[in-house]
């Protein structure tokens, strides 16, 4: 049995309440003995004790009640619940009542205590619920009172020599005054209370539902990029190793004429491969809140990123020259995206630099952040397209016609690694003469 | 010399029958089935010298519960196992990293799909000698 979220929420409050009533009991305490101690005014101290008892046992009777509850019936719980409530606020009213009685009647302002009770129904209970036990409080407070005026119980002061009012129990103008407005004060307050009370709960129990639903679909959605994701690339995989088996004349030779023909469907399938995985990449980094992070050192990752493009500068006779600052240290971040985006800033770099060319990479710690350059003297990027760089499907006026296996892809997913990095990107380029992209990451993460 | 033989696991027959062809070329003896329950009767029959294992199934996750009921069966826990896949990118598991760990993923290789003919066989090269 799994338990409505607005459920749990009483359940909670309930057990706040049972928590603070201890409080309330060690409040009690507390006072009866200063009063009694430090202030110096008679008062029935052993009545006031055993009414401390009876919130004692209330309180561990709602206590093992709540878990009773929790254990045997869940089914029905948030009416056993408020039950539970009601028999709470009921029993504390009778005890405020007997404390008030024993601790000088309507004389004592510590009547007031009653709007705590009222106010606590007005978040816990129904409007209904709340209304009646505001009228039970302002019951038992009348006939306490009246009890007293009429001498039908005794009345105990709280008696110092130099107190004046000590008759106002008697006082039956006083006593009509001061209980109509508080009976008046009581239901204004209970109004309020559980109106705004009422609305909170239900803007609450309208958030819930739609994070619930939120939840749901965000589930749905990852097992659908997961299905297209391993469809797509599943069907692609299927033609591109059966085209292998083909161009590679695994199973003998083809005419040649043939082969020119699949040999250009094989590549098309590898570009096409490549292409979806990008995508796919990007869409999930698009929609995906989490980013692994952890501790990892920016010198060896650059390292690394260098080392597996050296064989294609190799090809070409390009000149890979580095510079890592010695004091690089160690970032928070997602090392795979980040080995990634440096890669491919690299092979972007051997891609559009000349045989003989150059490509620079430095690297260097500034107090709060890590610098890395790439730059190369290729063939640039028009300066008019300069901002259109990072943008998705995006391919440079001067490669299109040189490189067609390009998908306007890398870059972009490199801005939005960079991007959930906090980090920055740019570019400074002069056409024909060559490019240099710079990127930022901060040492440390801002929190979210 | 005899050949080595290979067990393919892929639900993929098109995929299946490619690697087939290339791994026989590279004078291997293979075997193939299209589910994990096809997979243990031949694995039980004539057990391989390298066991190879798609992901993602009939159930999203066949493959790694293959790998480990091989992994924990003491007659076949010492075969290797090469993992292929097409999911890494979604479920963004360093599957390569992983491959190592044999607590968490009991496989010895791993490759992404789809694979060059030249690169798998290097791989089950290294995996079976």
Same mark, same amino acid.
């Given at each position: ?13 309930t ?9 309330a009991?060690?409040?009690?305490i ?52 408020k ?42 209970l ?65 109004y309020?209370?559980?109106?705004i ?5 239900n ?38 190793t ?18 020119e ?20 990449r ?60 440096i ?55 001067n ?50 | ?11 993929? !027959? @098109?995929?299946? &029958?490619?690697?087939?062809? %290339? #791994? ?10 299209? =589910? ?35 992994? !924990? @069966?003491?007659? &076949?826990?010492?075969?290797? %196992? #090469? ?10 598991? =360093? ?5 190592s ?6 496989a ?22």
């Amino acid at each position: 049995m799994i338990l409505e979220r607005r459920d749990i929420r009483l359940v909670k409050r309930t057990f706040w309440l049972i928590r603070h009533r201890w409080f309330a009991i060690g409040g009690v305490i507390a006072a009866t003995l200063l009063t009694k101690y430090v202030f110096k005014v008679e008062l029935q101290d052993l009545p006031l004790y055993s009414v401390a008892l009876l919130l004692i046992i209330e309180n561990i009777i709602s206590l093992l009640w709540m878990k009773y509850i929790l254990k045997c019936c869940p089914e029905n719980i948030s009416k056993t619940v408020k039950f539970n409530i009601h028999f709470q606020i009921s029993v504390d009213l009778i005890a405020l009542t007997l404390l008030l009685h024993y601790a000088g009647g309507i004389g004592n302002p510590m009547f007031l205590i009653y709007s705590f009770h009222m106010v606590i129904a007005s978040i816990l209970l129904s409007k209904t619920g709340t209304y009646i036990q505001t009228t039970f409080a302002l019951l038992l407070f009348g006939f306490m009172v009246y009890f007293e005026y009429t001498g039908l119980i005794e009345h105990y002061c709280l008696c110092k020599e130099n107190y004046t009012n000590l008759y106002l129990y008697l006082d039956g103008n006083y006593i009509l005054r001061t209980y109509s407005v508080f009976a008046f004060a009581s239901y204004v307050l209970v109004y309020l209370a559980s109106s705004i009370g009422e609305r909170l709960r239900n803007q609450e129990d309208g958030l819930t539902k739609a994070l619930d639903k939120l939840n749901i679909q965000d589930e749905i959605k990852n097992e659908y990029v997961l299905r297209v994701t391993h469809d797509i690339k599943g069907n692609l995989a299927a033609i591109q190793t059966n085209l292998a088996v083909l161009t590679q004349k695994i199973m003998g030779p083809i005419d040649p004429k043939q082969e020119e023909f699949l040999n250009r469907a094989y590549i098309r399938t590898i570009k096409l491969t490549k292409f979806v995985k990008n995508l796919l990449r990007l869409t999930k980094l698009r929609l995906d809140e989490e980013f692994d992070m952890e501790l990892f050192s920016v010198s060896v990752v650059i390292q690394s990123a260098i080392n597996s493009v050296q064989s294609n500068a190799d090809e070409k006779s390009i000149n890979l020259i580095y510079k890592l600052d010695d004091k690089i240290g160690s970032i928070t971040g997602n090392k795979l995206s980040i080995e990634e985006i440096i890669t491919n800033i690299l092979l972007n770099a051997v891609k559009y630099t000349n045989k003989n060319g150059f490509i620079k990479v430095n690297a260097e710690d500034n107090v709060d952040h890590i610098l890395i350059e790439v730059e190369d003297n290729g063939l640039g990027i028009p300066g008019d397209e300069l901002s259109e760089v990072f943008e998705e499907f995006y391919r440079g006026s001067n490669v299109k016609n040189i490189e067609e296996d390009s998908t306007g892809i890398g870059l972009s997913l490199v801005k939005k690694i960079v991007d959930r990095h906090h980090g920055e990107i740019w570019v400074e380029s002069e056409l024909d003469k060559g490019s240099k992209f710079c990127i930022t990451l901060p040492k440390n993460l801002p929190v979210n | 010399m005899e050949r080595k033989k290979i067990l393919i696991v892929d639900d993929d !027959k @098109d995929l299946l &029958l490619a690697l087939q062809a %290339i #791994l026989e070329n590279g004078n291997y003896n293979v075997n193939s089935a299209t =589910n994990k329950k096809e997979g243990w009767e031949l694995l039980k029959e004539d057990p391989p010298d390298l066991i190879m294992l798609d992901v993602m199934m009939d159930t999203s996750h066949e493959g790694f519960e293959m790998a480990r009921e091989i992994k !924990k @069966d003491p007659a &076949l826990k010492e075969i290797p %196992i #090469l993992m292929l896949t097409s999911i890494s990118d979604v479920t963004g598991v =360093n599957f390569r990293a992983a491959a190592s760990d044999p607590n968490w993923l009991p496989a010895d290789g791993y490759l992404d799909k789809p694979v060059e003919p030249e690169e798998l066989l290097e791989n089950v090269k290294n995996l079976i000698n």
